[in-house]
């Protein structure tokens, strides 16, 4: 099937956006109020995500099957009000990896050239 | 920090309120897609902050979320710009489909144009040609072209017609029904539930419809499904045929025996129609399908276009030039016409042949 196949490189480098909002995703689907918030657990304040940027970005990541919306549903912590939630597709989970991928090779390049102050917790191991 | 729980609520109200407004900068089919969630998330972002930080922190939202807006709407604004740039070239795009049993190439030139016409402020047709890249795929549901005409003031003829051509196409091909007729009624059905719900969340929106004309081409047949008046039209040789019937109130006298067809033609009342979707639940599609055959042609377009060039006008052009310079020319001609109402085409020439074995 021609989708199975798509390259995962070919839409290398991600905008931080996108990057951070598959990330957000990696580990399970959530509505777009809950991508905003796992972003903001996890990056703080050096990421700051407007509604536009969140939705702009996934309706690009809709166009290109990096994610899909996998249905509506209330998120019992909030209210009863039904929100859609997003997942991550096959391709966009091998795009993810090769964005990690390509990110580890420049965090090497910085290590190499002693850029960095303290590699070792930032590099990780392969 | 502490607030009445009043004034909280107050503040985050008129602060959705405010919001939802400053939404009508981003494009209308971003909007039919995203408001309401942006909307939601917007609250819920206001509800945490207001939590957090007190009137501080929606105010430090506010800037956050007015600096966002400036610069996505602007880029959303120019996407489309560009995508409608795009669709005014057209596109061309050729497959080849191998069907079990015979060989049957299939190789489709398609061009597609919409525009706004002489008199109107906007455009409220929309059109889509679907070619599937995967091979199985294009085997089994075939090719897919739609024309859509929208009505309702203001943006909301735009939204219905949009939506009508994108959730048509979405629903015929998550389908798997292999039966063509059946799955594009059901999908034609689907897209006007959709048009009825969204037109019934909104004042803005209530009374929004669409006319939808849908026609799919695999192996040598094509299936055609409307609602409404935009047609379909199969040009072969030097003939030229309607495949589709209008829903309107001249077909209706014609069939009555009250107007002849050329009295239609400048009937004052000859854009009047009594079917369309976005009016009711259920809406009754009808469907249509012929066998193609090498070197067939088949247009589907709006009443913008056929009210303005006639049969013959059409089947001259379309016969004479390529799909590209067609859809072009056919647009030009209603348009030296008056262009009263908006112009959409779709040219799909079709050459089909056995395969070596």
């Known amino acids: 099937m021609k989708n199975s196949n798509r390259d995962s490189e070919a839409l290398l480098p991600l905008t931080p956006a996108v990057f951070h909002i598959l990330l957000a995703l990696a580990d399970s689907e959530r509505h777009g109020y809950g991508i905003m918030q796992e972003i903001a657990a996890r990056a703080g304040s050096s990421v700051r995500m407007g509604p536009g940027t969140l939705y702009g970005s996934i309706k690009r990541m809709l166009a290109d099957g990096l994610i899909e919306a996998s249905g509506e549903r209330p998120d019992p912590a909030l209210d009863d009000e039904r929100r859609r939630y997003y997942r991550l597709t096959d391709f966009g989970r091998r795009v993810l990896t090769a964005e990690a991928q390509r990110l580890e090779q420049v965090v090497r390049v910085a290590q190499s050239k002693h850029v960095l102050h303290n590699p070792e917790m930032i590099g990780g191991t392969p | ?357």
């Open chain 2, 1 to 357: 920090m502490t607030m009445k729980p009043g004034r909280t609520m107050w503040m985050l109200s008129a602060s959705v309120r405010c919001y939802r407004m400053l939404l009508l900068s981003y494009p209308p089919e971003f909007r039919a897609v995203f408001a309401q969630e942006m909307t939601q998330t917007f609250r819920d972002c206001c509800r945490q902050a207001m939590v957090e930080q007190g009137s501080q922190g929606l105010s430090r939202l506010w800037g956050l979320t007015l600096y966002d807006l400036v610069i996505t709407s602007a880029m959303e604004r120019a996407r489309t710009l560009m995508a409608s740039v795009k669709q005014l070239f057209g596109v061309t795009a050729t497959s080849i489909v191998t069907t079990e049993g015979s060989m049957l190439m299939f190789n489709l030139t398609i061009a597609q144009q919409t525009d706004i016409g002489r008199t109107r402020q906007s455009n409220e047709d929309n059109m889509l040609a679907y070619v599937p890249e995967d091979a199985q795929v294009l085997a089994r549901k075939g090719a897919l072209f739609v024309v859509t005409d929208g009505l309702g003031g203001h943006t909301s003829g735009e939204i219905a017609s949009e939506m009508a051509a994108r959730m048509t196409r979405d629903s015929y091909y998550q389908e798997a029904d292999e039966d063509i007729a059946t799955s594009l009624q059901r999908a034609i059905k689907q897209a006007n539930r959709a048009i009825v719900e969204r037109a019934s969340q909104n004042d803005a929106w209530s009374g929004m419809g669409t006319t939808v004309v849908a026609a799919v081409l695999r192996d040598d047949t094509v299936y055609a499904a409307n609602v409404g008046d935009s047609r379909v039209y199969i040009v072969r040789d030097d003939n030229i045929r309607q495949i589709t019937e209008d829903h309107s109130w001249v077909v209706q006298q014609i069939r009555a025996g009250q107007l002849t067809p050329e009295e239609a033609r400048s009937h004052p009342k000859r854009n009047i129609i009594y079917r369309c979707l976005g009016e009711d639940k259920d809406v009754e599609v009808d469907l249509f399908s012929e066998q193609v055959q090498d070197g067939d042609v088949l247009v589907l377009c709006t009443d913008g276009l056929t009210g303005l060039v006639n049969d013959d006008e059409l089947c001259a052009i379309v016969r004479q030039y390529q799909p590209e310079e067609s859809v072009h020319r056919l647009i030009e001609r209603a348009n030296e016409n008056g262009g009263p109402d908006n112009i959409t085409a779709i040219v799909v020439r079709v050459a089909l042949e056995k395969a070596p074995a």
